[in-house]
């Protein structure tokens, strides 16, 4: 009997069918985290490498598929993959001749080997051919190509400043710009996500992104016509973390147009864009008075205003650093800010249960506003700004950090403070001494030269009050008592302090009292008599009656 070749045939078709089955059994399992441990410990990785280098193109794609799965739910896994450097080589290395479903697999794998350290990241992206692949797969047609490689780009770039250059310098950028005129909502938001993770690790990027073009692009997307706010969102942010590393990269946005459109946005109706605008103005108004003062000429303080008072899920914090920002530039912005009545918001900010940290924000901001004069701290006292930031320092669940900035604030703008009759208010025993002592120190400047002072400051029962405190000798707030005390007579000091002086105490000694002065001799009634009292109604004498009178 001669042989048949379709023994042969049937053979290598039955071999393939089982590797084809094996490998996309193997990858069902690698996807359920339950199963992965048992993977592992039965070799699954050394046994599935090979099979990327398979001739059917079937099971390479399956192959892939599962160690990207395994890659993703375990660090062992992807370890163990990374240890294979020349398979790894060979399955990033033939991607050029691979379909898109191969591509977008092994963009994958490069995410999920990126994600568990830089070493790793490192190993993948230049020993094994990682960054020419996503080049490769970068300038594939497919969008869900570029979409996988542009995850892949985000997740290394998430880990290190240096492999974030390492990607930059290889030239990714403009492939990365070209997506954002796509019309694809999820490239755009990608290639948002990836510049914006390039762009806050350092200046030098953020610079590099800048001089692609990339800004032009991204303030499209702030137009009053364009209605994707995911994208509007995700742009926001991009340019936020742009324009906090500088002045230049500042005024490269606002060349760009960034104006007036972000101060648009500020209004818009949905509260996380006002929100992430807001962001965006607090930090473009810290580079200098000038561009401070150009938001403040195009209605900056009214839209700020506003994101805080229709703040209602998100916190209104970056509406009130801007504005705490504006206020520390100049006196003439802090008065412009007085007068756009924030005052009053921010004050019931910190009577509401909002969160601490706005609270302390509140209070960093006050204390920026009333720093600069007397005019300017006399306003933050008027709206009794001052008792409520006292009360936030009180509050026993407020963390130490904020509450040092409530002691900052209150310094400022007390030692502004030259209303006697503010400092008075808050002159009261429950007032905490490390807050006392900004309070009697602006006392201490204002009562040698005002005698109506003085005479308050006894009748209010204050010199004796301090006369009560123990402070450390030669502590601040004992010199601070020390001089307020020199601003009076040394026996009047003695006097409200309940140590009353030797000259007085011989005066009344020598005192005898005057003839005229009526003494009661009372004798005690018997038992029937008191009842007679009692029982008898009884007429009083003219002259009891007279006396009483």
């Not at 490069?110 to 568990?116: I, T």
């Not at 500020?266 to 000038?290: K, T």
């Not at 007579?489 to 000259?503: H, K, L, N, R, S």
């Amino acid at each position: 009997m001669s042989p048949s070749p379709k023994v042969v045939v049937q053979t290598f078709d039955n071999y393939a069918k089982s590797q084809l089955t094996f490998v996309q059994n193997v990858a069902e399992l690698a996807s359920k985290p339950a199963y992965i441990e048992c993977l592992y410990e039965s070799h699954v990785v050394e046994i599935v490498l090979p099979l990327v280098t398979n001739i059917n193109p079937t099971v390479r794609m399956n192959a892939v598929l599962c160690l990207v799965r395994l890659a993703g739910n375990s660090e062992p896994c992807a370890k163990q993959i990374v240890c294979s450097k020349n398979l790894l080589s060979r399955l990033l290395g033939q991607l050029v001749k691979e379909n898109k479903y191969y591509k977008k697999n092994c963009m994958n794998l490069v995410k999920n080997l990126s994600k568990y350290s830089s070493a790793i990241t490192e190993i993948v992206i230049k020993e094994c051919g990682g960054i020419d692949a996503i080049f490769i797969c970068m300038k594939e047609f497919d969008s869900f190509v570029r979409e996988a490689a542009m995850q892949a780009i985000i997740c290394i770039t998430r880990l290190d400043v240096k492999l974030s250059q390492l990607i930059v310098d290889y030239g990714v950028l403009p492939q990365i710009v070209l997506c954002l005129k796509e019309q694809q909502q999820s490239l755009k938001l990608y290639a948002l996500s990836a510049l914006d993770e390039m762009a806050k690790n350092n200046e030098d990027l953020a610079l590099k992104i800048v001089d692609v073009p990339t800004l032009p692009h991204v303030i499209i997307f702030l137009m009053p016509n364009f209605v994707d706010k995911k994208v509007q969102k995700s742009a926001l942010i991009l340019i936020k973390n742009i324009v906090k590393h500088s002045l230049y990269l500042t005024e490269h946005a606002i060349e760009s147009n960034l104006f007036p459109e972000i101060l648009l946005l500020m209004a818009h109706p949905d509260e996380s864009i006002r929100n992430n605008s807001a962001q965006v103005i607090r930090e473009v108004v810290q580079h200098s008075v000038q561009i401070a003062q150009m938001v403040v000429n195009s209605g900056g303080i009214d839209k700020l205003l506003n994101v805080i008072s229709c703040s209602q899920e998100l916190s209104p914090n970056p509406a009130v650093h801007a504005l705490g920002y504006i206020a520390a530039m100049s006196p003439k912005l802090a008065s412009a800010i007085i007068q756009s009545q924030v005052l009053m918001h921010l004050t019931a900010i910190l009577r509401s249960d909002t969160d601490k940290l706005t609270k302390a924000g509140t209070v960093w901001t006050l204390g920026m506003i009333g720093q600069h004069s007397a005019e300017h701290a006399r306003s933050i006292c008027s709206c009794d700004a001052i008792t409520n930031i006292i009360n936030v320092y009180l509050d026993s669940g407020i963390e130490s950090e904020s509450r040092h900035k409530c002691i900052v604030a209150l310094e400022q703008i007390l030692k502004k403070c030259d209303d006697y009759n503010v400092l008075d208010k808050l002159l009261i025993p429950s007032t905490p001494t490390e807050i006392m002592i900004y309070i009697l120190e602006k006392m201490s400047i204002i009562l040698p030269k005002n005698s109506q002072a003085r005479r308050t400051f006894i009748t209010n029962g204050h010199l004796k009050m301090i006369q009560n405190i123990n402070p450390e000798i030669n502590s601040e707030l004992f010199q601070v008592i020390k001089a307020i005390n020199c601003c009076f007579p040394e026996d009047i000091i003695q006097m409200v302090a309940g140590d009353f002086p030797e000259t007085v105490m011989k005066t009344v000694d020598k005192y005898v009292p005057q003839s005229e002065c009526l003494f009661f001799n009372r004798q005690l009634k018997s038992d029937e008599q008191l009842h007679k009292s009692y029982s008898t109604s009884k007429t009083p004498l003219s002259g009891e009656e007279s006396f009483f009178k």
